[in-house]
């Protein structure tokens, strides 16, 4: 006990790892919600532990002018889809190829669609945030930084930033594995594996007519604005763009385009505060 005390005096929140987060006890994790809570004028809306991974996982809620924000513990983390280590089921295979007859996908196999639209497998380190329980509609022409956030002290959320806090440590396509229904689109379907918070307690990647912008105008996330669902691609490609991964640079094309030009409040970003 006297050691992790020690640690928790000697780093600041922004340092708090992934790991180091679930080695904790969770009077340490209500001690670190605390601090946390108090660093940015919000109060602790919940600490509980959940199991995820095999190990137990500490969800914390911090409420701050009426909006909730999850604590992401970032450190050194894996990101991405890798490609090489993944093998699709003969029923996603069967999908995509009927997709293909339909005149849909990017490339011959589905091994090669993803290449397109999923970013690569890569370690990057992260700051400890805040992050919104829930994406808001843009009021404003994304930017890097849009006033009516930086007003507020906050943020949009970087991609690698987005895709962690999705993921939660995962490795699999989706943030709950590496499959999906392939009877049905996931509109509609609100007991879907999507309709649950992930690990950390976000409801994210849940809709698939939701757009969730970053600070990277190449990639929106989370959804696809329902192009997939409306256009008839097929069960797998209208389930793709929830992908933790996939970073959809054709719907992001039109997004940041001429023709994306006005539509902003059709689009959604992730509030992000930190610490």
Do not use: K
């Not at 701050?64 to 490609?83: M, N, Q």
């Not at 993921?167 to 392939?182: K, V």
């Not at 509609?188 to 999507?194: C, D, F, H, L």
Request: with cysteine.
């Amino acid at each position: 006990m006297s050691d992790l005390r020690a640690t928790l005096r000697s780093m600041t929140l922004a340092d708090l790892t992934f790991d180091q987060w679930r080695s904790f006890e969770l009077p340490a994790a209500r001690r670190v919600a605390e601090e946390a809570a108090d660093s940015v004028d919000g109060r602790v809306a919940l600490v509980e532990t959940r199991e995820h991974l095999g190990a137990p996982l500490h969800r914390v809620r911090i409420e701050r002018s009426g909006r909730e924000f999850a604590l992401i513990p970032g450190g050194p983390v894996s990101l991405g889809f890798d490609l090489d280590s993944w093998q699709p089921t003969p029923q996603q295979t069967a999908d995509y190829a009927e997709s293909l007859e339909q005149g849909f996908g990017d490339g011959p196999d589905l091994r090669a669609h993803l290449a397109q639209v999923l970013s690569p497998r890569r370690s990057v380190v992260l700051a400890t945030v805040l992050m919104a329980v829930e994406d808001e509609n843009l009021t404003e022409p994304p930017a890097d930084m849009p006033p009516a956030l930086a007003a507020r002290g906050l943020r949009m959320p970087s991609p690698d930033e987005w895709e962690h806090a999705c993921g939660a440590g995962t490795d699999t396509l989706f943030r709950w594995g590496n499959d999906c229904p392939l009877d049905r689109v996931p509109y509609g379907v609100p007991a879907g594996p999507q309709s649950g918070p992930n690990a950390f307690g976000l409801r994210i990647a849940y809709d698939t007519y939701r757009t969730e912008l970053t600070s990277d105008v190449t990639a929106v996330h989370g959804g696809d604005g329902g192009e997939s669902v409306c256009g008839g691609y097929g069960h797998l490609l209208a389930w793709l763009p929830l992908a933790t991964a996939n970073r959809n640079p054709s719907m992001a094309e039109f997004v940041y385009g001429p023709d994306g030009e006005g539509l902003f409040e059709d689009f959604s970003t992730r509030p992000v505060l930190a610490l």
